[in-house]
């Protein structure tokens, strides 16, 4: 656990930020008071909805039709 001041977080938290991703646990103190604790944020996976794009996909009439460019191959 790394204890840092506010003024030196300011100038250092690309690297701190880095830090915390890495698993470190950092405590910016103000005033010799811990205020913020900088930890990386969890994925929340999210489970599949079945069904979640109905109606934003929509498939031509002619989809199944051979393409133009395919004829001499046929």
Known sequence: MQQITLAEA??????LI??????????I?????PVVKLTPVLQVKRRRQPGSA?????I??????PLE???DYM
């Open 10 to 15: 300011s100038q250092h938290l690309p690297d």
């Open 54 to 58: 109905k109606g934003l996909i929509i």
């Open 18 to 27: 880095e830090a915390a991703l890495s698993g470190e646990e950092i405590i």
């Open 60 to 65: 031509s009439d002619d989809f199944d039709e």
């Open 29 to 33: 103190i103000k005033d010799n008071q």
């Open 69 to 71: 460019d395919f004829q």
